[in-house]
Every structure is written in structure tokens, then in C-alpha cells.
């Protein structure tokens, strides 16, 4: 079993960026996929990132893509996701996720960091 802390949201102005973290401990996430995800007001949990431990391939949402960059440090166990170009609409509770599946069905995850982006 993982255990995910997320760290790094906090409150920005439109067009500004933040380092999201993903930290694990008891289990090292080199090989896990790991993913991340978000919630907005009102709205379902979305995909956001993901990077595949088997093959190190990244997917984005179309809604970041270009603006969010999701990347891993294997001697600090963690996995970021870089937040640049920030629009009011990513405000959200960000969430990462892990699993051994081949699959995108996340066994694992964090309690979320909240990002709030200010017009």
C-alpha cells in the first residue's frame, strides 16, 4: 500500500504558476503510474495528468494541455505537476493517484491540495 500527500496549492492570480507535489511514502513510486486529477466547484472529479511508470509516457487533459507539465523525482519519491498559465477555471481541489494496474483505475490517493486562481 502508498500513502500520497499533495502539497504546493494556495491561492493566485490569473496567469500565474505553482508546483503541485505528490509525495508517497511506504512504497516507492517508481513503479507506479501516477496521475492527477481535479475537482472544481459544482463540478465531478477530472482527469488532469498522467505519467505511465512502464514507459515514462505522459497524457494531458486538452484543457492544460500546454500549460501543466507532470514530472516525477525518484530520490525524493515524489511526483510534481508544474501549474503555469493559471485561468480561474482551474480553481479546484487537486488530487494524485496511483496504481500497478495497466488500466487507469487508481487504487490510491491523496486528500488533495486546494488551488485557487483569481481573475
Known amino acids: 500500500q502508498v500513502q500520497l500527500v499533495e502539497s504546493g496549492g494556495g491561492l493566485v492570480q490569473a496567469g500565474g504558476s505553482l508546483r503541485l507535489s505528490c509525495a508517497a511514502s511506504?512504497?516507492?513510486?517508481?513503479?507506479?503510474?501516477v496521475g492527477w486529477f481535479r475537482q472544481g466547484p459544482g463540478k465531478e472529479r477530472e482527469f488532469v495528468a498522467v505519467?505511465?511508470?512502464?514507459?515514462?509516457?505522459?497524457a494531458y487533459a486538452d484543457a492544460v494541455k500546454g500549460r501543466f507539465t507532470i514530472s516525477r523525482d525518484n530520490a525524493k519519491n515524489t511526483v510534481y505537476l508544474q501549474v503555469n498559465s493559471l485561468k480561474p477555471e482551474d480553481t479546484a481541489v487537486y488530487y494524485c493517484?496511483?496504481?500497478?494496474?495497466?488500466?487507469?483505475?487508481?487504487?490510491?490517493w491523496g486528500q488533495g491540495t486546494q488551488v485557487t486562481v483569481s481573475a
Open positions: 493517484a496511483a496504481t500497478t494496474r495497466a488500466t487507469m483505475s487508481f487504487d490510491y
Open positions: 505519467r505511465r511508470w512502464s514507459t515514462a509516457s505522459t
Open positions: 511506504q512504497r516507492t513510486l517508481s513503479r507506479y503510474t
